[in-house]
């Protein structure tokens, strides 16, 4: 029986997790990259005018990094419907191996917003997606603050994202 479950967060799970866990450590996801592909209807836009989060795209070679969170098994259930309910818009759970910095592995829950879904913005210039999430917000905030607190949040881990840090720059 396992007492604790990995949940693995590459957008504002690094910085808000909202949830209790029992520890967090930097870890990645082999064979994925994050893209602000993903509309936000609900937190960082509106209906007729969304902004743009991450989500990940299969990408065999490339490697994510972000925070992985140690969850005790008796209150996952209530988690993971929390998490359910913040990542409505279009995201489903997805299971694969988590890398730890010291090359140990365990298997974790992270979550995907496919192209299949009906807020997928899809694969942009840097441009397009900067200018987008420049004028964008929502109910949780700006998409520029949603933005540089996940450029903030890799830098604080040592964690190198060059689309992430790409569209930073266009902004300034």
């Known amino acids: 029986m396992t007492s604790s479950i990995w949940l693995f967060g590459y957008g504002s799970l690094i910085w808000r997790p909202d949830f209790a866990f029992l520890s967090n450590r930097v870890a990645w996801v082999d064979g994925w990259s994050r893209r602000f592909w993903q509309g936000s209807h609900d937190h960082r836009g509106v209906p007729d005018a969304p902004g743009r989060v991450v989500t990940l795209i299969p990408a065999p070679g490339d490697r994510c990094g972000g ?55 899809g694969a942009a210039s840097i441009t397009r997606i900067a200018e987008q999430i420049k004028r964008s917000s929502g ?6 603050e949603y933005l540089r607190n996940l450029a903030d949040a890799l830098r604080q881990h040592a964690i190198d994202d060059e689309h992430v840090f790409s569209i930073e720059r266009s902004l300034q």
């Open 139 to 144: 109910p949780s905030g700006s998409n520029e």
């Open 67 to 121: 925070m992985a969170f140690e969850i005790d098994a008796d209150v996952a259930t209530g988690i993971f419907e929390q998490l359910d309910y913040r990542e409505k818009n279009g995201y489903e759970r997805y299971q694969s191996p988590l890398v730890f910095d010291d090359g140990s592995c365990i298997d974790g829950i992270f979550y995907v917003a496919g192209e299949d879904n009906p807020a997928y913005l």
